[in-house]
């Protein structure tokens, strides 16, 4: 069946504008991570999304992070104010439900802030 | 705050050598393990998981890791690689407990060289 999808695959962007990423999970998966990977950070936990519970966004570097999951299903991450520091490899991943699950990873947008 | 420790960076070697990757965390309470690859130019993917039960886990592609709770590793071995193994391999874990929500804590990666 279809995996994790992630939109766009690359995104360019001038410092200080705001981009969106999205993710459009595994069909019947409750559980959405959004993840980052950088050279400096490592992969870093982001945002959690489960069914209708409050997300968890313990993650988020900063206030100009933020996250939507609409209809239990896709969600946007959005990034105001880019810096360069922001550019990594945005990673979605999806579950069946939240601890206890495999997680299952989309490709990833490849974020350039210059 | 947990951590996830990968103690090599880049691994070189032969084909038909034997591989073992060092993980280590740190946390006291009770975790779920997992090692992840990611092939050049592919997604995330796991290799195999450790929940409970037999300490030794067996993943796909003949890797097999073992949770050793005295020491609070998780190592990853395979006894004979091959090329198709080249790529970066990410321990994880996850916090157990009705509070957590599953989010992976990763390692730094390793990066895996293996030529033939």
């Known amino acids: 069946g279809a995996g994790v999808s992630q939109s766009p695959s690359n995104k360019v962007t001038e410092k200080g504008k705001d981009v969106e990423l999205r993710c459009d999970p595994i069909s019947g998966h409750t559980a959405l991570y959004w993840y980052r990977q950088s050279l400096g950070q490592g992969l870093e936990f982001l945002i959690y999304?489960?069914?209708?519970?409050?997300?968890?966004k313990s993650g988020l570097p900063s206030d100009r992070f933020s996250a939507e999951r609409t209809g239990g299903s896709v969600s946007t991450l959005t990034i105001q104010r880019t810096q360069q520091e922001d550019s990594a490899v945005y990673l979605c991943?999806?579950?069946?439900?939240?601890?206890?699950?495999?997680?299952?990873f989309g490709p990833g947008t490849r974020l350039t802030v210059t | 705050a947990q951590s996830v420790s990968q103690h090599n960076h880049h691994v070189i070697l032969s084909e038909a050598a034997s591989l073992e990757l060092g993980c280590n965390y740190s946390y006291g309470g009770t975790v779920n393990l997992f090692w992840y690859v990611q092939y050049p130019g592919q997604h995330l993917q796991l290799l195999l998981k450790?929940?409970?039960?037999?300490?030794l886990v067996k993943g796909i592609k003949g890797f097999e890791a073992e949770f050793i709770k005295s020491k609070f590793s998780f190592n990853l071995r395979k006894p004979s690689v091959q090329w198709s193994d080249t790529a970066e391999y990410f321990c994880?874990?996850?916090?157990?407990?009705?509070?957590?929500?599953?989010?992976?804590?990763f390692g730094q990666g390793t990066t895996l060289q293996v030529k033939p």
């Open positions: 450790y929940f409970s039960g037999d300490p």
């Open positions: 999304f489960q069914g209708n519970s409050a997300p968890d």
């Open positions: 991943a999806s579950s069946l439900g939240g601890r206890g699950y495999e997680q299952y």
């Open positions: 994880a874990v996850t916090l157990a407990g009705s509070s957590n929500t599953g989010k992976l804590i």
